[in-house]
């Protein structure tokens, strides 16, 4: 029994004092830090690429928009192939929107031919006719119309495309945090219980051999054997954890080719980074600068404006038109019609009312009800973010506690191992009681690496919600290509 004694209390030791929680066999390989996938993510990850297409369609948006004041050509032409008059004529003119009192600008040539009535407005001298002209809208239309309100909208969608993108980036960002996190500590618990296993399989060739001399009971060693089946089941699910971990992340790290790496264990990190102890001071802060960098609120603002836009022409259509217009007409050349040959300047008003308005009525009062909406859902936004800080906050504090309580856990599991091997070399206890402190040692490096991990997730969680990866996101963003 001696033998076996010492035999076991050397294997225990050398359990305990391994340096890494992940004894790994092979060689370590570069390890896969945080950060290359974060790079990978906004550079790479499909969904966050599709995210960024949102300001391509949204400045297609506003070219479509612009669309409503571009110069604008006609050409139309008649003539009579029967009857008592015989002429023909033609005319071109070119129309220009206006970006002010809902007018626009014209100008024109108009030449005929042949013999036309005298009430015929078509007729010209024989080197044709020039003209200008302006319209202009007094009232209803004159500060803003539906082609300027759609222009401004356009122009907000664009703006809102930014926000719609920080939404996008950070639930991305978040949850590839998570997801790295997670990975190392599937692999960290897979090194933990393959040390486990190890520890085990150590003993058998002793166990066996003593078992042969009569120097343990046979039963000994089917205790041990059954001892490893128990342990390399939980090894095989502890692998399956870390493979599915594995896939997962290979989402979020691609290579140069933009495809999915499965990263090995052989690229995990020996170990977590160290957790900062948690500051309370700052979070009163983060919390203020998050109602200014979270994009929901930032959101809601501009389709607050947009409806702003809807509603200043909702109260334009309430007013009466009130039409200007002026114009100019200098015929060319010599020809039957004398009338022509005088400069012709005409101006003239044109006053319309809808008497009853129920079309602008209703859309002031829908837009009325929409604005008190965003006012609703931009309070209780701010109250979400308030709520989310706060839990993400309280879950980081609990979390590093835990990890100060679980590595003290450990400490103890591992005194208590080395004692009952102690007593195991002194004949005062058996395998069974030593392969309880094997377990209890066990579990509590699992904890430990489950309260890193949940440590970091909470982490990931707090910048999301305090939108600090936001910080220098204009500034990276700048470097994603768009299409033209």
Aim: net charge positive; with cysteine; proline share 4%.
């Amino acid at each position: 029994m001696p033998a076996f004694s010492l035999f076991i209390r050397t294997k225990a030791l050398k359990a305990t004092l391994c340096a890494s929680l992940l004894c790994m066999t092979s060689a370590q390989a570069e390890t896969i830090a945080l950060e290359a996938v974060l790079n990978s993510v906004t550079s790479q990850y499909p969904p966050y690429l599709i995210a960024l297409i949102e300001r391509d369609i949204a400045a297609g948006r506003l070219k479509q928009a612009s669309g409503a004041f571009d110069l604008n050509f006609r050409a139309s032409g008649s003539f009579n192939p029967t009857g008592y008059y015989d002429g023909s004529s033609s005319d071109f003119v070119f129309d220009q929107p206006l970006p002010f009192w809902g007018g626009n600008v014209f100008a024109g040539y108009k030449i005929s031919s042949g013999s036309l009535a005298d009430y015929d407005k078509s007729r010209t001298l024989l080197d044709g006719e020039l003209r200008a002209g302006i319209r202009l809208n007094l009232l209803r239309d004159s500060t803003i119309d539906s082609r300027r309100a759609s222009l401004w909208k356009a122009r907000l969608d664009q703006e809102i495309a930014d926000p719609f993108i920080q939404r996008q980036h950070l639930d991305i960002v978040r949850t590839a945090m998570r997801s790295y996190y997670n990975w190392v500590a599937m692999g960290l618990r897979l090194g933990v219980t393959e040390n486990l296993v190890r520890i085990a399989k150590d003993r058998e060739s002793s166990i066996a051999e003593l078992a042969q001399k009569g120097q343990l009971a046979p039963i000994v060693k089917v205790d041990n054997e059954r001892l490893v089946i128990s342990r390399q089941l939980t090894a095989v699910q502890a692998r399956r954890r870390f493979e599915a971990a594995s896939i997962e992340l290979s989402l979020f790290y691609r290579d140069a080719n933009d495809d999915p790496v499965v990263i090995t264990r052989h690229h995990l990190p020996a170990k977590f980074p160290k957790a900062s102890i948690p500051i309370e001071s700052k979070v009163g802060p983060a919390t203020m600068a998050a109602f200014t960098l979270r994009p929901e609120l930032l959101r809601i603002r501009l389709v607050q404006e947009k409806f702003g836009i809807d509603r200043q022409l909702a109260k334009n259509n309430l007013l009466p038109n009130l039409d200007l217009t002026a114009s100019v007409s200098e015929n060319l050349g010599s020809g039957p019609y004398k009338d022509r040959k005088q400069t012709e300047s005409t101006v003239g008003l044109e006053f319309r009312v809808p008497l009853q308005r129920n079309e602008a009525k209703g859309r002031l009062q829908t837009i009325d009800a929409e604005l008190e909406r965003l006012n609703n859902d931009a309070k209780f936004a701010r109250e979400r973010i308030v709520a989310e800080i706060r839990d993400a906050w309280s879950a980081t504090k609990a979390a590093h506690e835990q990890i100060g309580q679980t590595a003290r856990n450990v400490e103890l599991a591992v005194q208590l191992e080395q004692a009952e091997a102690k007593r195991l070399e002194q004949g005062a206890t058996d395998l069974l009681a030593l392969q309880i402190r094997e377990q209890a040692t066990f579990d509590g490096r699992l904890l430990e690496v489950d309260a890193q991990a949940e440590y970091f997730r909470a982490q990931a969680d707090y910048e999301a919600a305090t939108a600090m990866k936001l910080v220098n996101w204009k500034s990276s963003l700048k470097q994603k290509p768009t299409s033209n």
